[in-house]
T-cell receptor
């Protein structure tokens, strides 16, 4: 089955700087790559997703890039703010019945 | 309001005492699934269901059961809980049989087995 590796496990950046979280996947048939944000004590919520026919997608300060050849995708957050502090999960799906396979998560800490 | 609702939010129980965590969604989603979240291990799928009366094992199904008698409900059953099932559990639902669509998560159930 699909395997998703996510790095780093913890990322600390200064407020206003950029943050990058990287994921790799194993199954070349994967075609859907969402990112979820989980604030402390809350449920994971989708913040952005990308499909395999697109190389990059942007939504205000958040962007995701996909490199199908290398089988990796990344989340980019610019001009980080305190409310960006959370755990971020990447995921991949081949569109099969077993749905999403998640990475282990990245704890993003925004230092004031 | 569209939502996935889990109950209870917190549960402390003893080893071997059967328990059920309920999950209900009001979005008419076909696909529902259960995950457990443990520190350093991320979200791991326990069971999923593509539709009523259709369920299948995820990555970590041992010690769990599920049922899908109605489209909106997908309870998670622990017949004989053990301490290694202490975890944070999330139910999720998706439209279109979960094929490349957003998963909507419940608020989570923190289970402690002593």
């Amino acid at each position: 089955g699909e395997n998703v590796e996510q790095h780093p496990s913890t990322l600390s950046v200064q407020e206003g700087d950029s943050a990058v979280i990287k994921c790799t996947y194993s199954d070349s048939a994967s075609n859907y790559f969402p990112w979820y944000k989980q604030e402390l004590g809350k449920r994971p919520q989708l913040i952005i997703d990308i499909r395999s026919n697109v190389g990059e997608k942007k939504d205000q300060r958040i962007a995701v890039t996909l490199n199908k050849t290398a089988k990796h995708f990344s989340l980019h957050i610019t001009e980080t703010q305190p409310e960006d502090s959370a755990v971020y999960f990447c995921a991949a799906s081949i569109g099969g019945a077993d749905g999403l396979t998640f990475g282990k998560g990245t704890h993003l800490i925004i230092q004031p | 309001e569209a939502q996935v609702t889990q109950n209870p939010r917190y549960l402390i129980t003893v080893t071997g005492k059967k328990l059920t965590v309920t999950c209900s969604q009001n979005m008419n989603h076909e696909y529902m699934s259960w995950y457990r979240q443990d520190p350093g291990l991320g979200l791991r799928q326990i069971y999923y269901s593509m539709n009523v009366e259709v369920t299948d094992k995820g990555d970590v199904p041992e010690g769990y059961k599920v049922s899908r008698k109605e489209k909106r409900n997908f309870p998670l059953i622990l017949e004989s809980p053990s301490p290694n099932q202490t975890s944070l559990y999330f139910c999720a639902s998706s439209p279109n049989r979960g094929l490349n669509t957003e998963a909507f998560f419940g608020q989570g159930t923190r289970l402690t087995v002593v």
